[in-house]
């Protein structure tokens, strides 16, 4: 028998050795490496199951949180959509008391103007009549202080108004 061909007994041998080691795994190791793979797979499994509940309740809490976030946007849109209405409103008041402000203090004004004019036009016709004495009296050379000179330029601002208020109207 040559060198690749072993004899009877070591052939014996091997077999019996490798008899022993096969029925050693598979009475001792591989129950024992059965049971860790089975308690592990029920672990991966149990684990699965759990990340699905997880993923379950996050889709929940997801939905949940859309929700309410739609319903915090249409609340924000709903108070912004107020909010330019009160604006709008104050905005228009503000207005409508300027103007009625701006028409009170016009007429104010008007009044106190036809107020000043009124005076302006007395203290004027007094200058006028005294300027006017005088240069009368220094063409005729004398003087005309007189109350019937006084009817006199009175009568003739009279007339004076007169025409102007029918040319007015």
Known sequence: MGILIPGLAPTVV??????AVF????????PRINKALDERKDAIEGQMEHAEQLRTEAGEVLAKY???????RHDAARLR???LEEGTQLIAEIRTEGLREREAMIAEAQARLAADRVIAETELR???V????ELAGRVVGEALEDAAHSEIVDR?????????AAGLQ
């Open 23 to 30: 029925i050693c795994m598979t009475k001792v190791l591989l």
């Open 130 to 133: 005294a300027l006017a004495t």
């Open 156 to 164: 003739f601002f009279s007339d004076l108004d007169a025409r102007s």
């Open 81 to 83: 959509q107020e909010a």
């Open 126 to 128: 007094g200058d006028i």
């Open 66 to 72: 859309r929700e309410e976030l739609a319903e915090a």
């Open 14 to 19: 091997g077999v019996v050795t490798f008899a």
